[in-house]
Structure formats: structure tokens, C-alpha cells
């Protein structure tokens, strides 16, 4: 395991390796609507469909030492605002770490997401150097491709992901 990708944390937030008893919070947030609104998949439709995805993410923290974060206001611990980071995903043949953040309507506007990614790139640059960091966002989101620009990430093409149009952007 690396241990700055375990846990870490920036000004505000803990960031920390997903857990068994994250479950609820994982279909608490993924299972929203409006949270889900720029996924292809939609929101999870069941706490079953969320105890899966937990163990697809599990299964990235086994595999790679590294995964998806559980994040949490440093002021408020135990309050998961969101979950972000970077996992192992293969991407048009092509082995990439995928960068992604997601968080509560209510944290949304306070820049958890650049703070987290930009965490996320710098670890992954450090410990990841040889695999690409993406992020690959529909076009409707505009919020997260702010964040993605912010981060200095590059446009590099337009795919359809799973029948939405998307950019992927590219960490230099």
C-alpha cells in the first residue's frame, strides 16, 4: 500500500481508503438523482447495486494500493461530503488511472473537488508516474469540466462513454 494514498489530507479534508462501512454512505450519495445526474449509469437503484460498486472499488484498493477516497470535512469527521480520487481503469485499450469526484448538492461550490483532484494528480505523478491520469466528463457537466481546467488538465478528444458524448482530459 502507499501510505499517502491511504489517508491524507488537505486544509480542509480528510481523504481516506474506502471501507466495508462506507457502504451506506456509497448508496447514499451514488443512489441520488441529482449527484447521478452526468452518469451514465444513472443513480444506483438499490443498496445491493452500491454494496457492488463498493466492492469493485475494495477490489482497486487489493489489487493497486490505490482507489477512490472517502471524503470528509476535517471539522466534521465522520460527515462523508463526497467521494474522489484515482483508480486503475482500461480506457480504449489503454491501462489509465481515471479521475473522478462526485459530491453532495450541499458541498457543491466550495471547491472540495479541485482540492481533492489536485491531491489526487500530485500523488499519482509521485507513486503512478508511468500510467496517464484522465478524467473522462460529459459535455453537459459543466461544473466538472471547470475542474477539470482548473487542475490544468488537458481537453485531449471527445468519446461516446456509454452513449454520452464526453472529453477526456488529460493530466500533463
Given amino acids: 500500500m502507499i501510505q499517502d494514498?491511504?489517508?491524507?489530507?488537505?486544509?480542509?479534508?480528510?481523504?481516506?481508503?474506502?471501507?466495508?462501512?462506507?457502504?451506506?454512505?456509497?448508496?447514499?450519495?451514488?443512489?441520488?438523482?441529482?449527484?447521478?445526474?452526468?452518469?451514465?449509469?444513472?443513480?444506483?437503484?438499490?443498496?445491493?447495486?452500491?454494496?457492488?460498486?463498493?466492492?469493485?472499488?475494495l477490489g482497486d484498493w487489493a489489487r493497486h494500493g490505490v482507489g477512490y477516497w472517502v471524503v470528509e470535512r476535517l471539522e466534521a469527521p465522520g460527515t462523508v461530503v463526497g467521494f474522489s480520487g484515482v483508480r486503475h481503469k482500461e480506457l480504449e485499450g489503454q491501462t489509465v488511472l481515471n479521475l473522478a469526484y462526485r459530491f453532495r448538492p450541499q458541498a457543491w461550490?466550495?471547491?472540495?473537488?479541485?482540492?481533492?483532484?489536485r491531491v489526487a494528480l500530485l500523488l499519482a505523478r509521485k507513486h503512478l508516474p508511468s500510467v496517464p491520469v484522465v478524467a473522462i466528463i460529459s459535455l453537459e457537466n459543466a461544473p466538472s469540466l471547470r475542474v477539470a481546467e482548473r487542475l490544468g488538465m488537458r481537453r485531449d478528444r471527445l468519446i461516446d462513454y456509454h452513449g454520452f458524448a464526453s472529453a477526456v482530459y488529460l493530466a500533463e
Fill in 5 to 57: 494514498f491511504e489517508r491524507t489530507t488537505t486544509e480542509r479534508l480528510l481523504l481516506r481508503r474506502l471501507q466495508e462501512s462506507d457502504l451506506d454512505a456509497v448508496f447514499e450519495l451514488h443512489g441520488d438523482p441529482e449527484t447521478s445526474r452526468f452518469s451514465p449509469s444513472g443513480p444506483l437503484p438499490s443498496k445491493e447495486a452500491a454494496r457492488e460498486l463498493l466492492e469493485l472499488w
Fill in 109 to 117: 461550490g466550495s471547491g472540495y473537488a479541485t482540492e481533492v483532484a
